[in-house]
């Protein structure tokens, strides 16, 4: 059974700020993690992925990878309002399932 | 760009009524899901199929059936509606089971149960 825990809770940043959420996962077989975006009242939408150890980087958006020490995070630089949303993690659950386990979530606020 | 569609938007039901809520995806594709989302509890699957005709269970099914007539539709059915199935809920499409493809989540539907 995957968990999967996501830190903090909740963030408040300056706009211009350089903000990082964090993920830890408890299956060590997991391929596959994601973070996903949901502005309020909207649907989650799909904001990164990433499949192996490292980083990967796309605009102001870092994804860092740890596998061996089951913890993955993102990173936004210059942070902007419209950035303001709930952040979810998510990891593959089992082989060739198709299932994403997901985190409680992270509120990110950034004001002006 | 995919496309999820669920209705009905909101739903205010009865405790120990039948509730259904539906999706329909026009992605072709062979992976659906239902989530909940409640406060402090991220999304959890309830139920999940690979194709018409498939469903499996997720990690909370209990209270909850569903249904996969079709490639395009799947429905959430929630026999005898109880007071703690209050919350919103997400349907999604996925093209395969890899877990390397998006997941395109509809715009949920909003059930208080009365």
């Known amino acids: 059974q995957q968990n999967v825990q996501q830190s903090p809770e909740s963030l408040i940043v300056p706009e211009g700020a350089r903000t990082s959420l964090n993920c830890t996962f408890s299956?060590?077989?997991?391929?596959y993690f994601w973070w996903y975006r949901q502005h309020s009242g909207k649907a989650p939408k799909a904001l990164m992925?990433?499949?192996?150890?490292g980083e990967k980087e796309e605009g102001r958006f870092t994804i860092h990878l740890n596998k061996a020490s089951l913890h993955f995070s993102l990173h936004i630089r210059d942070s902007q309002p419209s950035d303001s949303a709930l952040y979810l993690c998510?990891?593959?659950?089992?082989?060739?399932?198709?299932?994403?386990?997901f985190g409680h979530g992270t509120i990110l606020r950034v004001h002006p | 760009e995919a496309a999820v569609t669920q209705s009905p938007r909101n739903k205010v039901a009865v405790t120990g009524g039948k509730v259904t809520l539906s999706c329909n995806q026009t992605?072709?594709?062979?992976?659906m899901y239902w989530y909940r989302q409640d406060t402090g509890h991220g999304l959890r699957l309830i139920h999940y199929?690979?194709?018409?005709?498939?469903?499996e269970k997720g990690d909370i099914p209990d209270g909850y059936k569903a249904s996969r007539p079709s490639q395009e539709n799947f429905s959430l059915i929630l026999e005898l509606a109880t007071p703690s199935q209050t919350s919103v809920y997400f349907c999604?499409?996925?093209?395969?089971?890899?877990?390397?493809?998006?997941?395109?989540f509809g715009s949920g539907t909003r059930l208080t149960v009365l």
């Open positions: 999604a499409s996925g093209r395969d089971r890899t877990s390397a493809e998006t997941l395109y």
């Open positions: 299956d060590s077989a997991s391929q």
């Open positions: 992925s990433i499949f192996s150890n």
């Open positions: 998510a990891v593959n659950t089992g082989a060739n399932t198709g299932k994403l386990t």
């Open positions: 992605n072709n594709h062979n992976n």
């Open positions: 199929s690979y194709g018409a005709g498939s469903t």
